[in-house]
């Protein structure tokens, strides 16, 4: 009969069994966070828009229940674009998204690329 170790080391110490309900309790704590192929992928378009002249700061958040790349012409104002993921719509209508300032989203989707294709077009401020 095999001996439960709950975390410990087996007889031989070369394993340790982890309760997988220990390991999703665990990772679900942990804050969401952009990896490094998104922030790849985020900075390539911030370095763009910067030499543009469009952007001049930047702040990440790493919350709970998002992640948030926010982008700021003045560092004093409010976030001319947020770049949102959040996990829990990744089987909805995607983790990623594109918000205004105004709070509408620009543009949504399961492929971060493909949302960061909204300022592949210029954005403008059209007046009536």
């Known amino acids: 009969m095999a001996e439960r170790s709950n975390g410990a080391e087996d007889g031989d110490g070369s394993a340790m069994l982890i309760p997988l309900h220990e390991a999703r309790r665990d990772r679900e704590r942990l804050p969401v966070r952009f990896d490094r192929r998104e922030l790849d992928q985020i900075l390539k378009i911030y370095g763009r828009m910067v030499a543009a002249n469009e952007w001049r700061d930047y702040a990440i958040d790493h919350l709970q229940d998002r992640a948030v790349f926010s982008v700021f012409r003045r560092t004093s104002e409010v976030p001319l674009f947020q ?29 971060l690329a493909r949302v960061l294709n909204v300022f592949d077009r210029h954005l403008k401020l059209v007046h009536a």
Request: proline share 3%; charged share 30%.
């Open 83 to 111: 770049i949102v993921k959040d996990p829990k719509l990744a089987r909805k209508q995607g983790a990623y998204s594109v918000v205004a300032a105004t709070g509408l989203i620009l543009k949504r989707g399961h492929e």
